[in-house]
């Protein structure tokens, strides 16, 4: 997969260098770039952003330097990488598990991290019109609302990056991840543990060392069902008890 970011803050986005993406683009399975947009902004100060047309506080950034950046980026394609632009923006559709699984099937993503008050809207109009709709994405991260959109570059780069075929050593280690499709999908993912069986007196649960598979596949269904309850109750309204049984009985 090829992943393009274009943002004012290219060191923002060093951590792309270490851990689970830094690893696979060493292994090559992802080729990552960043541009500093700044680069396309001709005037003695580099500017990028300016005032609102219409009054307000905070400022714009100005359309002129990220067309010229989305077409120089859009335009260092090859024929066989069709190109999708994501665009952070808490007023975007939510990213979820079920969007980064899609966004993982894609073979290059640009992002366009916004700073200030957000990009002149004509940017996302234009790139709809040439790319197609669905293939440029306002996304948001969460209802919160951060000072840029790089840390939400970060966080969807990761989520992609984990599910690229051979980024993690294990294949089934998604599997039951919280929100990993499935008939666990809505439910969040229970405790864990490891050696010692004892710490500080507190013992590991008996049923995860009786070696009775069932049991555990009961146990953590139970779990997942309990946590999921006390921090996200909406999520248990969705969840198909019929599924969860045949999940019980196959495991
Ligand atoms: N930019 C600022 N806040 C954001 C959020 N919550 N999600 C995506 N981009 C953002």
């Known amino acids: 997969m090829r992943l393009d970011v274009v943002t004012i803050f290219p060191e923002y986005l060093e951590p792309l260098n270490v851990s689970l993406v830094g690893k696979a683009r060493a292994n090559g399975l992802l080729d990552v770039r960043v541009h500093d947009l700044r680069g396309w902004a001709h005037d003695r100060h580099h500017t990028v952003d300016d005032t609102p047309y219409g009054g307000g506080p905070g400022m714009v950034?100005?359309?002129?330097?990220?067309?010229?950046?989305?077409?120089?980026?859009?335009?260092?394609?090859?024929?066989?990488?069709?190109?999708?632009?994501?665009?952070?923006?808490?007023?975007?559709v939510p990213?979820?598990?079920?969007?980064?699984?899609?966004?993982?099937?894609c073979s290059w993503l640009v992002f366009a991290p916004a700073r200030y008050e957000g990009i002149d809207r004509r940017v996302v109009e234009e790139y709809r019109d040439r790319l197609g709709a669905e293939r440029v994405l306002e996304v948001s991260i969460g209802d919160y609302v951060l000072a840029g959109g790089e840390a939400p570059v970060l966080v969807m780069a990761e989520a992609v990056a984990r599910l690229l075929p051979?980024?993690?050593?294990?294949?089934?280690?998604?599997?039951?991840?919280?929100?990993?499709?499935?008939?666990?999908?809505?439910?969040?993912?229970?405790?864990?543990?490891?050696?010692?069986?004892?710490?500080?007196?507190?013992?590991?649960?008996?049923?995860?060392?009786?070696?009775?598979?069932?049991?555990?596949?009961?146990?953590?269904?139970?779990?997942?069902?309990?946590?999921?309850?006390?921090?996200?109750?909406?999520?248990?309204?969705?969840?198909?008890?019929?599924?969860?049984?045949?999940?019980?009985?196959?495991?």
């Open 61 to 92: 950034m100005k359309a002129g330097p990220w067309g010229e950046a989305l077409d120089w980026v859009l335009g260092s394609g090859t024929p066989d990488h069709e190109p999708v632009l994501v665009v952070p923006t808490p007023s975007g």
């Open 95 to 105: 990213f979820t598990q079920e969007l980064a699984v899609r966004l993982s099937r």
């Open 166 to 251: 051979g980024v993690l050593g294990n294949a089934e280690s998604h599997r039951d991840d919280s929100f990993a499709p499935g008939p666990m999908a809505d439910l969040l993912e229970g405790p864990v543990y490891t050696k010692p069986p004892q710490w500080r007196g507190r013992a590991v649960p008996e049923v995860l060392v009786s070696g009775h598979h069932g049991r555990i596949a009961r146990w953590r269904r139970d779990e997942a069902l309990r946590r999921t309850a006390d921090h996200r109750p909406d999520l248990i309204r969705r969840c198909d008890p019929a599924a969860l049984d045949r999940h019980d009985r196959e495991t």
